[in-house]
């Protein structure tokens, strides 16, 4: 087995350039399958997160509101208009199992980040939340207070430290873990009073934002009772409560799942093209490699090697050139991935996608599967024409005829 | 020990079949020294293959030591040419990829079995018989052609096999070089007690021989 497998690296050796042209044909085909599987398993799971951890199935929001389709499911955009915090409360309305109340207020010269960004200061209830909390990933170990905040993923400040807003102190209480949601990435939650404290600092065009009143709310996050349609909700809400409107978290998503199902089935087609051609290549560049090689084969044969070892060093030089362009290929779509990183989530979330990546291990998953794929491949290419070669009598091989 | 009934090679070509070995009945004792003599396209190499193990008979049987070889299987023929033959060939037959020690080593190393500091002391052992001592990390592109075919015999006989089959091993050798080589393959038949069979054109090898095996359109001339 070492011995083929040196005779095999050794045969590899010898034409350098074949190869190494091999190695690289090898490692883009499967540099473009291990990044764009990354992608779309980091596109699908990202979905799937969106639908599941954030949890609401529909969003109520006043009627004028704007609404970003992006994030429409996941977080109340902020607004001017407002809605009254008890109004699910007061309507009692069957097809509906939770509504979460939350105020959003856009301010600037908060004292949080430099001086010209914008905060998303995001009160919501803590009895009645089921979209801000599932995803703390730390928190001190204790229940939180009045004046606690809770920062998302893409702001850095140590649990338990001092956060000053409009010079007031706060406590960071907890961080969330990366939603891929604008609005949870940035923001800064916190309980209604603690938000509520802060209306007096806050200074619009006129006066405080009108969300920062006790008891008005930016908008509803609406998880619907077990078994009830959207639908029917839909029109349970709207002829119950009167100036909102109801974003389905379905209906905007299903849209952006339909065009990205579309163009992943897209893609899948292209690498299973792109795996495929490789794999003919593979396959006419052995034949092409035996037939050159068919003396030393047939002396191989000569002196006592059997079939499987003839098949076995052909198959062994095979899966270690594409095999090695398996592991080049999956470092070049790690090096792309990371050079062009920040544009395509960027990119991502502009198109509606709520974007995060894969888990580290899962990424380790794909890109050995991709190895082994690339692995497979030259083993299948040279198995058929070394199987064919070690056929033949020796004394053909050596003579060169066939 | 070697017995050869009614084999017969037929190649088939575009212009019909061609009889390279058209009925041959041979026996060769245990020992011997056989010399294969004839014309050029006569079918010597046709039939040293089918002793040999390379090439499988359209008709007839190959008895070595009462096995008929080519009644045996895929795997248990290749071992019968790594154990049993010790083949010879007219033309370059090294690795070019392997250093001499490996390329003499290799046959053992195939069958297995040996441990690999064992087999290659015996490679350095044959080479320096063969007087390739001082070559035993060079390339074969890097010797003669005369040592590559010492070193080839050296391979030949890693495995001590019964019987070495020489197809025209000095043809393409000038004369000198061509008496010390046939004087090591003789050696090694008297010393060793290994049959050997040489093809060969060169009538005053063939005289030294203790059986002369004349053939003409692949059958034996009495
Ligand atoms: N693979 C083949 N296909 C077709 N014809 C073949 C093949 N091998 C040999 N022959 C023919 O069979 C005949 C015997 O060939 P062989 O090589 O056995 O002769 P030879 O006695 O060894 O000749 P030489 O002394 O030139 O080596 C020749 O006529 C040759 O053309
Ligand atoms: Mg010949």
Same mark, same amino acid.
């Given at each position: 087995?070492?011995?083929?497998?040196?005779?095999?690296?050794?045969?590899?050796?010898?034409?350098?350039a074949?190869?190494?042209?091999l190695?690289?044909?090898?490692?883009?085909?499967?540099?473009?399958?291990?990044?764009?599987?990354?992608?779309?398993?980091?596109?699908?799971?990202?979905?799937?997160?969106?639908?599941?951890?954030?949890?609401?199935?529909?969003?109520?929001?006043?009627?004028?509101?704007?609404?970003?389709?992006?994030?429409?499911?996941?977080?109340?955009?902020?607004?001017?208009?407002?809605?009254?915090?008890?109004?699910?409360?007061?309507?009692?309305?069957?097809?509906?199992?939770?509504?979460?109340?939350?105020?959003?207020?856009?301010?600037?010269?908060?004292?949080?980040?430099?001086?010209?960004?914008?905060?998303?200061?995001?009160?919501?209830?803590?009895?009645?939340?089921?979209?801000?909390?599932?995803?703390?990933?730390?928190?001190?170990?204790?229940?939180?207070?009045p004046?606690?905040?809770?920062?998302?993923?893409?702001?850095?400040? &140590? %649990?338990?430290?001092?956060? *000053?807003i409009?010079?007031?102190?706060?406590?960071?209480? @907890?961080? =969330? #873990?990366?939603?891929?949601?604008?609005?949870?990435?940035?923001g800064?939650?916190?309980?209604?009073?603690?938000l509520?404290?802060?209306?007096?600092?806050?200074?619009?065009?006129?006066?405080?934002?009108?969300?920062?009143?006790?008891?008005?709310?930016?908008?509803?996050?609406?998880?619907?009772?077990?078994?009830?349609?959207?639908?029917?909700?839909?029109?349970?809400?709207?002829?119950?409560?009167?100036?909102?409107?109801?974003?389905?978290?379905?209906?905007?998503?299903?849209?952006?799942?339909?065009?990205?199902?579309?163009?992943?089935?897209?893609?899948l087609?292209?690498?299973?093209?792109?795996?495929?051609?490789? &794999? %003919?290549?593979?396959?006419? *560049?052995?034949s092409?490699?035996?037939t050159?090689r068919? @003396?030393? =084969? #047939?002396?191989?044969?000569?002196?006592?090697?059997?079939r499987?070892?003839i098949?076995?060093?052909?198959?062994?030089?095979?899966?270690?050139?594409?095999?090695?362009?398996?592991?080049?290929?999956?470092a070049?779509?790690?090096l792309?991935?990371?050079?062009?990183?920040?544009?395509?989530?960027?990119?991502?979330?502009?198109?509606g996608?709520?974007?995060?990546?894969?888990?580290?291990?899962?990424i380790?998953?794909?890109?050995?599967?991709?190895?082994?794929?690339?692995?497979?491949?030259?083993?299948?290419?040279?198995?058929?024409?070394?199987?064919?070669?070690?056929?033949?009598?020796?004394?053909?091989?050596?003579?060169?005829?066939? | 020990?070697?017995?050869?009934?009614?084999?017969?090679k037929?190649?088939?070509?575009?212009?019909?079949?061609?009889?390279?070995?058209?009925?041959?009945?041979?026996?060769?004792?245990a020992?011997?020294?056989?010399?294969?003599?004839?014309?050029?396209?006569?079918?010597?190499?046709?039939l040293?293959?089918?002793?040999g193990?390379?090439?499988?008979?359209?008709?007839?049987?190959?008895?070595?030591?009462?096995?008929?070889?080519?009644?045996?299987?895929?795997?248990?023929?290749?071992?019968?040419?790594?154990k049993?033959?010790?083949?010879?060939?007219?033309?370059?037959?090294?690795?070019?990829?392997?250093?001499?020690?490996d390329?003499?080593?290799?046959?053992?190393?195939l069958?297995?079995?040996?441990?690999?500091?064992?087999?290659?002391?015996?490679?350095?052992?044959?080479?320096?018989?063969?007087?390739?001592?001082?070559?035993?990390?060079?390339?074969?592109?890097?010797?003669?052609?005369?040592?590559?075919?010492?070193?080839?015999?050296?391979?030949?006989?890693?495995?001590?096999?019964?019987?070495?089959?020489?197809?025209?091993?000095?043809s393409?050798?000038?004369?000198?070089?061509?008496?010390?080589?046939?004087?090591?393959?003789?050696?090694?038949?008297?010393?060793?007690?290994?049959?050997?069979?040489?093809?060969?054109?060169?009538?005053?090898?063939?005289?030294?021989?203790?059986?002369?095996?004349?053939?003409?359109?692949?059958?034996?001339?009495?």
């Open positions: 087995m070492r011995l083929l497998a040196s005779l095999a690296l050794q045969n590899l050796g010898r034409r350098k074949r190869s190494l042209l190695i690289i044909a090898v490692a883009v085909a499967s540099g473009v399958v291990f990044t764009g599987a990354t992608l779309m398993r980091s596109i699908d799971s990202s979905m799937a997160v969106g639908f599941t951890r954030l949890g609401a199935d529909m969003m109520v929001v006043p009627e004028g509101a704007l609404t970003n389709i992006t994030a429409a499911l996941l977080t109340v955009e902020p607004t001017d208009l407002v809605l009254d915090q008890d109004l699910f409360a007061r309507a009692g309305i069957a097809s509906v199992s939770r509504a979460a109340p939350q105020k959003i207020a856009r301010v600037e010269h908060s004292g949080i980040g430099s001086h010209h960004d914008s905060v998303d200061l995001i009160g919501f209830d803590p009895a009645l939340d089921f979209t801000v909390r599932p995803w703390l990933v730390e928190r001190i170990n204790r229940d939180m207070r004046g606690d905040v809770i920062l998302g993923a893409g702001r850095d400040a &140590a %649990l338990g430290s001092e956060l *000053l409009f010079g007031k102190p706060h406590t960071v209480y @907890g961080r =969330l #873990g990366r939603t891929g949601v604008g609005t949870h990435e940035r800064v939650f916190m309980s209604f009073a603690t509520e404290a802060l209306a007096g600092s806050v200074h619009g065009p006129n006066g405080p934002p009108a969300v920062l009143q006790k008891g008005k709310v930016s908008g509803f996050l609406v998880e619907l009772a077990p078994g009830a349609a959207p639908l029917q909700a839909r029109f349970a809400i709207l002829s119950t409560l009167k100036g909102v409107k109801v974003v389905t978290g379905d209906s905007t998503m299903s849209g952006i799942r339909q065009g990205l199902a579309a163009l992943l089935n897209g893609i087609a292209l690498m299973v093209l792109m795996f495929a051609s490789t &794999a %003919l290549m593979v396959s006419v *560049l052995f092409a490699i035996v050159e068919r @003396g030393e =084969l #047939g002396l191989l044969k000569a002196i006592g090697a059997r499987g070892q098949v076995g060093m052909m198959v062994i030089e095979a899966v270690i050139a594409t095999g090695a362009g398996g592991v080049l290929g999956v070049l779509g790690v792309v991935m990371r050079l062009y990183e920040r544009s395509l989530v960027y990119y991502l979330e502009n198109i996608v709520p974007f995060v990546w894969l888990d580290g291990p899962r380790v998953i794909v890109a050995a599967a991709a190895i082994v794929m690339a692995s497979i491949i030259g083993a299948l290419g040279s198995l058929y024409p070394a199987w064919r070669a070690s056929r033949r009598d020796p004394y053909d091989l050596v003579r060169g005829e066939g | 020990m070697l017995s050869c009934r009614g084999l017969r037929d190649y088939v070509t575009e212009r019909g079949e061609v009889a390279a070995v058209a009925g041959i009945d041979l026996e060769i004792a020992g011997r020294y056989a010399a294969i003599i004839g014309r050029s396209g006569s079918g010597k190499s046709s040293m293959a089918m002793i193990g390379l090439s499988r008979p359209s008709q007839g049987q190959v008895t070595v030591d009462g096995i008929d070889i080519w009644g045996l299987s895929e795997n248990a023929l290749a071992a019968f040419r790594n049993r033959i010790g083949y010879v060939f007219q033309f370059a037959s090294l690795l070019p990829t392997l250093r001499l020690v390329n003499v080593a290799l046959p053992a190393m069958g297995g079995g040996a441990r690999s500091s064992v087999t290659y002391a015996r490679a350095a052992t044959l080479l320096g018989q063969m007087g390739l001592g001082d070559h035993l990390d060079a390339y074969p592109s890097e010797v003669s052609a005369g040592e590559q075919r010492r070193a080839v015999i050296a391979r030949a006989l890693i495995n001590e096999p019964a019987l070495i089959l020489a197809d025209e091993p000095t393409d050798l000038d004369e000198q070089t061509e008496i010390e080589i046939m004087d090591e393959l003789m050696a090694v038949n008297r010393e060793r007690g290994t049959t050997l069979i040489l093809v060969t054109h060169n009538l005053a090898l063939a005289e030294q021989a203790e059986q002369i095996v004349h053939i003409a359109h692949g059958t034996i001339v009495p």
